[in-house]
């Protein structure tokens, strides 16, 4: 793996990298080879960490939490912020600092596996660059969090494995985070407003011109928008949401199916189930009938 910084340790951080008998292992298991931390590290205001490497051989994520830094990439300098997650992929050469002044807090962790390329491409990430603006998510610094506590196991491969799989959660959670991000890089496309409208006309139909000019875009461009913010059409996210509240009613109410399709806005019972049918991959009855064991998942 591309070496940690020799930044000196102060009590309040982490350093931790893992053995290479233990990363044999890890590569030999299949519930951990796809993707696998090196080391990983929580560095408390940080003053005079820096790091410079012309060869880079894995992936590393730094999430800034608190503080300022830099990074130098392609003889471009990127400041960092505090919510900002930087994202250097295997062959990039590179260099880090904290700022003198306002000393980053960050998280880091190198990591690998036969998948980790596809771990980074599922980020969908623009190849040119290296820090997004992610925001403070406290489940996130849970998740980092959880992924450290690998460092007290004496060297037990079941903790390495769930350290492991712990990367992917964080991993697969900066994605989902993702179209909030890019949502907040198209300035004066509030996506988050849009949404609201949805949850808002979740029980009628909403067409895309209420939903365009919610947002003071043409209908052309505001579906443009929307998927590249999104990767999927307004109107799917808008049934989406219906199929997950219809999928609720199913669950906590004995009400029949007519009567959930006409509180969605479906007049027409069969064309709702259809709807159902073709995102759930069951019918609203089958589903129904799996709250008391009277269909199995694998019937579908």
């Known amino acids: 793996m591309s070496t940690p910084s020799n930044w000196p340790l102060p009590p309040q951080s982490t350093r931790f990298v893992i053995p290479h008998k233990t990363i ?25 960490h820096r790091m410079e490497r012309l060869t880079h051989d894995d992936h590393l994520l730094i999430y800034c939490i608190e503080g300022k830094g830099k990074i130098r990439v392609n003889q471009k300098n990127i400041a960092v912020n505090s919510g900002d997650l930087v994202v250097l992929t295997r ?29 980074i491409n599922h980020l969908e990430i623009p190849i040119d660059k290296f820090v997004i603006h992610l925001g403070l998510h406290s489940n996130l610094v849970n998740e980092f969090e959880a992924l450290l506590e690998a460092r ?23 994605a989902l985070l993702q179209p909030l991000v890019r949502s907040q890089d198209a300035d004066s496309f509030d996506l988050e407003k849009i949404h609201s409208l949805m949850h808002a006309h979740i029980h009628e139909q909403l ?28 109107i799917n996210h808008f049934i989406q949401l219906k199929i997950e509240r ?20 479906y007049n027409d019972a069969y064309y709702f189930s259809r709807i159902f049918k073709k995102i759930m991959g069951i019918s609203p009855t089958q589903y129904r009938k799996l709250q008391v064991g009277a269909w199995s998942y694998k019937s579908f």
């Open 207 to 234: 067409n895309i011109d209420t939903l365009a000019s919610c947002v003071n875009l043409s209908k052309f461009h505001f579906i443009k928008r929307y998927k590249e913010a999104t990767s999927t059409t307004p």
């Open 24 to 48: 044999i292992k890890l590569i030999d298991n299949k519930l951990s080879r796809d993707v696998y931390p090196l080391g990983a590290g929580y560095y408390q205001h940080a003053k005079g």
């Open 152 to 174: 007290h196991s004496s060297y037990h491969l079941n903790a390495f494995i769930n350290a492991a799989n712990q990367l992917r959660q964080i991993l697969t959670h900066i």
């Open 91 to 119: 062959g990039t050469a590179h260099q880090y600092a904290s700022s003198a002044n306002f000393p980053w807090t960050i998280y880091w962790c190198h990591f690998d596996g036969v998948l980790s390329d596809d771990f």
């Open 246 to 265: 219809a999928c609720h009613l199913l669950d906590i109410s004995t009400r029949t199916i007519a009567e959930i399709a006409f509180m969605l806005g």
